[in-house]
């Protein structure tokens, strides 16, 4: 095996660029266990985490940008008032060792539909900056996720950062699992409400080949909100409503019965959890006033 | 690589693993391997301070860091670290395979949070897992350790 530290980024896409074959590790907390059971042999391992480009954010033009290499323990410490939905799912990463490793770049490589930085980054409309030798592009997360563990990144192209903007309202995360850590989701979701463009985000994970966006219960709860002036008067919704939305959030899912739960059984929790943290997110903003 | 202040050539073998390393190469047998996916907790170190998993770092990775096992506590013959002490005193261990990980891990959430309260105990101790003690006694050990080291 062939092990490869660039120093520098430039140096980074130079050699991927070099060796599209070659395969990145930041965190390593997938990578690694992969490569210990004998799932994986890469020739060649390109470390990235002597990049300190890939560990530093800032704003950029009214976004957030933040490095592919930020861990969660430095999201939930740093960036928890910013990106208040983030920092929830990434307090349920894992533990805390692995929440000390683990980054959000190396949630983007993996790409796996049950990746739990995932459904907020949608949620938020976050964009995800690939870089090669050849230049930077902006994908959209909602077009990042290609298909089970495949994403748009070129062989050519390495995450640099992903650009997302700071909450302007409530944000909720929550998943369901056996127990609170060390878990694989059975189902998750993630929902970011924005008072200034009157819009609510939602994204599941665990639930279909790929993370999704619930983009049909956005509308429709949109329109509730907008049609009742919810916005303006700050009361709650119709329960019937609430329970319409849950049905669409569950219909987005293509969920597939596995070892973690049933197809069914997802759909139903996703509609709990859609109503349940809309119903806690709305209560913010109505306090909020 | 510094461990517990010594330090160490780099491993002469990319593939090297993080925990092999320091078991094999600089003969520190007291990190423990369990599972070697990341899942047992009980190859847990201090990398630059924090709690990680030398199982899912390769050796090479650790160039130029500071790495902490368990041996790095306390020096040969020197008092118990408040961590290894309030494990003694609870009874926090019964075969004591888990333990190195555990106290690892304990180090590590009691200086980011010298008081944790019982949710954060489980949090914090969250990914490591026993097989003998139930974590009743870990849970006290924790406790113990906070206040020891007030
Ligand atoms: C015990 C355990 C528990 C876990 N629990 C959770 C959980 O609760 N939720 C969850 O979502 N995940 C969980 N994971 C999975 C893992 O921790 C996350 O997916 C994490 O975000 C991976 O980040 P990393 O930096 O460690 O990635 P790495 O393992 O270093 O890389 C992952 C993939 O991304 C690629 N990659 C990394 N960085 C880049 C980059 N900059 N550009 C291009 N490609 C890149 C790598 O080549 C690799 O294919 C768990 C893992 C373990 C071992
Ligand atoms: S041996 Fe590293 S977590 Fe089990
Ligand atoms: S004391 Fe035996 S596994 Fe924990």
Sequence with gaps: ?289 | MNVNGVDHPAPTDPRRLLSDHIRHDIGLTGTHVGCEHGVCGCCTVLFDGAPVRSCLMLAIQAEGHQVTTIEGLAPDGAPLHPVQQAFHETHGLQCGFCTPGFVMSVVGLLKQNPDPTPEEIDEGISGNLCRCTGYASIRRAVLRAAELSR
């Design chain 1, 1 to 289: 095996m062939e092990f490869l530290q660039p120093a520098t980024w430039s140096e980074a896409l130079a050699m991927k660029a070099a060796k599209p074959e070659a395969v990145p590790i930041a965190g390593g907390t997938d990578l690694m266990v992969e490569i210990n059971l004998d799932h994986r042999r890469p020739a060649t391992i390109i470390d990235l985490t002597h990049i300190k480009e890939l560990t530093e954010w800032g704003m950029d033009d009214g976004r957030l940008r933040i490095g592919a290499g930020v861990t969660y323990a430095r999201i939930i410490d740093e960036l928890g008032d910013r990106l208040p939905g983030l920092a929830m799912a990434s307090r349920t990463v894992g533990s805390p060792q692995i929440r000390n490793r683990g980054t959000v770049g190396g949630n983007l490589g993996t790409a796996s539909p049950a990746g739990d930085a995932h459904p907020p980054l949608l949620a938020t409309e976050a964009i995800v900056e690939l870089a090669s030798t050849k230049g930077t592009r902006q994908v959209a997360a909602n077009e990042f996720f290609a298909g089970p563990k495949k994403n748009a990144m070129r062989a050519d192209e390495l995450i640099a950062a992903f650009l997302v903007e700071p909450a302007r309202g409530p944000q909720q995360f929550s998943k369901v699992g056996t127990r609170n850590a060390m878990v694989i989701a059975v189902c998750s979701l993630a929902l970011a409400v924005d008072p200034k463009r009157k819009h609510v985000g939602i994204g599941i994970g665990s639930a279909g080949p790929t993370p999704i966006r619930a983009a049909e219960a956005e509308t429709f709860i949109q329109e509730v909100l907008e049609e009742h002036r919810l916005w303006e008067r700050h009361v709650h919704c119709e329960p019937s409503a609430l329970k319409q939305f849950g049905e669409l959030v569950a219909a987005a899912a293509k969920p597939i019965d596995d070892v973690r739960g049933t197809a069914d059984y997802r759909r139903h929790a996703l509609a709990v959890l859609a109503r349940r943290t809309f119903r806690w997110a709305w209560d913010d903003y109505r306090k909020s006033k």
